[in-house]
Structure formats: C-alpha cells, structure tokens
Nanobody
C-alpha cells in the first residue's frame, strides 16, 4: 500500500482559500486514481473529488463543484486540492485516498485501501 500524508489544513474565514497537499510514499501514485474525501462530526465520509492517474479526468461532488480543484504532480508523487470560496459547512477533516488497485476508479469508500491521517479544515462564519 501507498502511505499518504495530508497537509495544508487550518482555520480560515468564510470566503477564503486553502490548498491541501497529499504526499505519497512507498510506491508511485502515477498509476492510481487519487481522491479527496472529507468527514464532518456526526456525518459519513464524503467523496469530494477524484483525478485519474494521468490527470485527464476529474470528478467533483455537487457540493464543491466550481469552488474546489483537484490536481496532481506525478513527478512529485503529490496530489493537491485547491479550495476557494470556503463556507462554514466545509468544516471537516479532509483525507486523501488511493484505491485498492491501480488503473481503477471508484466513488465508494470501501474501494479505497490507502488513507492519510487527515487534516482539519475549519471555516469560521
């Protein structure tokens, strides 16, 4: 499995921006679709976005479409999530994840076998 470490979370005012990073180690992620999830207290883990292994395809949940952008740098083994126009309801722990196998795309939590420890994003209203 690949090891993932998120960074870039913090406290931001509503309307502000943050950029999350997910650094991978242990193996290359260049053959993996990579995804960002979040989980707020008392809520289920929610898929926000994914990006295909080559970066040509992306998916966004309706809740973040037009405000968040996922990208990747395979040379750096890193995935990013640019978050703009943040809202109070974006407050959550944010996780990056890789699926159980390469060249595989899924939107279901059980299909992801590698997870980071999460980074807290808090948006003040």
């Amino acid at each position: 499995q690949v090891q993932l470490v998120e960074s870039g979370g913090g406290l931001v005012q509503a309307g502000g921006s943050l950029r999350l990073s997910c650094a991978a180690s242990g193996r290359t992620i260049s053959t993996y679709t990579m995804a960002w999830f979040r989980q707020a207290p008392g809520k289920e883990r929610e898929l926000l976005a994914y990006i295909s292994w080559g970066g040509s395809r992306t998916y966004y949940a309706n809740s973040v479409k037009g405000r968040f952008a996922i990208s990747r740098d395979n040379a750096k083994n890193t995935v990013y999530l640019q978050m703009n126009s943040l809202k109070f309801e974006d407050t959550a722990v944010y996780y990056c994840a890789a699926p159980l196998k390469p060249f595989y795309t899924s939107t279901y939590v059980p299909d992801f076998g590698s997870w980071g420890q999460g980074t807290q994003v808090t948006v003040s209203s």
